[in-house]
């Protein structure tokens, strides 16, 4: 039988890149929910509990500001999963189950 040949190693560039791109893709999901928790927090800091469940108060957001509102502040996301993300993910390459 012919022995199975090993896939040569990924560059350590696609590490880097897909690790990077990884953790901005996420955060793009992510960032609208989070968006909605700290001004749910702040409302009930402030006292305002008035129709304060998670669906209604990301309704009131989209009425009241349009939808982009909920990505205000992304930037900042952005730039720190460049960081976090490359860091955390680029240096290990991806590692196969073996039995």
């Known amino acids: ?50 129709g304060l469940g998670f669906v209604p108060f990301f309704k009131n957001i989209v009425k009241q500001e349009g939808a982009m509102a909920l990505y205000n502040g992304l930037s900042a996301g952005i730039t720190r999963q460049i960081f976090y993300a490359t860091a955390r993910e680029s240096p290990c390459p991806l590692k196969t189950h073996t039995p």
């Open 1 to 50: 039988m012919a022995e199975k040949k090993k896939a040569p190693p990924m560059p350590a560039a696609i590490n880097f890149l897909t690790g990077g791109l990884g953790g901005i893709g996420g955060w793009l999901v992510v960032h609208p929910f989070n968006t909605v928790s700290v001004r749910m927090n702040l409302a009930t800091a402030t006292g305002n509990t008035e």
